[in-house]
């Protein structure tokens, strides 16, 4: 191999490693507008759950896992993401006269694949709260449920009036 073709096979690779340099930043400006835009989306989700008074939830039935956002603590009177949740934690919240209805409806939620409700909660100042609940069921390939989506809205001051 003579000097001139390691001189151009050199230039060829550098030229490679420029236009992948480029390439590269590119990527990296577009991965920073999806997240921004990504960002925006969850901010303005947030303050939307905050002024409807909704949040929302998931739980995943195979690991017990419980997801609550910002607005779901809030409802139940806790700071966000103060804690982990879990679904016996939720239940203790769930007013005494009414946990068994609940878990039933949970029960049946499973083969209905959706459902909805309306219960009482007792907050950690006392305070009792009703909230209504919609929960949609996911299920696997094998139409066996494995997750549970829900929202849940603070519906006291309604029931007031």
């Known amino acids: 191999m003579s000097?001139?073709?390691?001189?151009?096979?050199?230039?060829?690779?550098?030229?490679?490693?420029?236009?992948?340099?480029?390439?590269?930043?590119?990527?990296?400006?577009?991965?920073?507008?999806?997240l921004k835009d990504a960002e925006e989306r969850e901010r303005s989700l947030t303050e939307a759950q905050e002024i409807s008074h909704i949040g929302n939830w998931c739980r995943n039935i195979e690991t017990g896992e419980v997801r609550w956002s910002d607005e779901v603590y809030r409802i139940f009177g806790f700071k966000p993401q103060e804690f982990g949740v879990t679904y016996d934690m939720f239940l203790s919240r769930v007013h005494p006269d009414e946990r068994e209805y609940l878990v039933e409806v949970v029960k049946q939620a499973l083969d209905k694949k959706f459902f909805d409700a309306e219960y009482r909660i007792i907050r950690p100042d006392g305070v009792e709260r009703i909230l209504h609940e919609d929960i949609k069921v996911i299920c696997n390939n094998e139409n066996i449920p494995i997750r549970l989506n829900g929202t849940v809205q603070d519906i006291t001051e309604r029931k007031k009036a």
């Open 3 to 34: 000097y001139k073709d390691t001189t151009n096979q050199e230039s060829i690779s550098y030229q490679a490693l420029v236009d992948e340099n480029h390439a590269l930043k590119d990527e990296i400006q577009n991965l920073r507008v999806h």
